[in-house]
């Protein structure tokens, strides 16, 4: 399912640096962690204003960026596993499989995926993918599997939260 949602980056990158994107007062991010029953694997989709993640590759490169250029991609990539991860209950790294991302004049998505693993295992989730560089960052985890769905806010103040367990 991740796989269908990749591609049109190098249109995408196009329109960043067409100036199509513009600078807003709200920077806000949305990651959805949800159960995939068909592969049993937990499937990870994260969501950033294009201006922000442009931004963000901006300082990390001195400079312009390019998201159809593999070492902007790696560069991300690398950012991304810093910023974002979840851990086990007994406070082990969950690994993440990087899938790829897409971006369009708006939105930059990035996919990952924890292999042969359920929602249930994820007991922490660390979040600040943004806040370095926009203080008023928000990031909205929206954890979905076992018939219930927790919603956790990710700031500069909240950058580590448990995941309520269900029954």
Known sequence: MIKQFIGGVAFAAALLTSGAAHAHRFHAGMTDVTQNAATGSVEVVHSYMAHDVEALLAILNKGESDLTQPEDEAALRAYMEKNFYMLTADNKRIPLRWIGMSA????????????????????RI????????????????????????????????????????TK
């Open 104 to 123: 369009n004049a708006d939105t930059v998505m990035v996919f990952q995926e924890i292999e042969k693993t359920q929602v249930g295992a994820i007991a």
């Open 126 to 165: 660390h979040d600040t993918v943004l806040v370095d560089v926009l203080p008023n960052q928000r990031n909205t985890v929206n954890v979905v599997g076992n018939g219930a769905r927790r919603t956790l806010t990710f700031t500069r103040a909240a950058a580590e939260q448990e995941v309520p367990a």
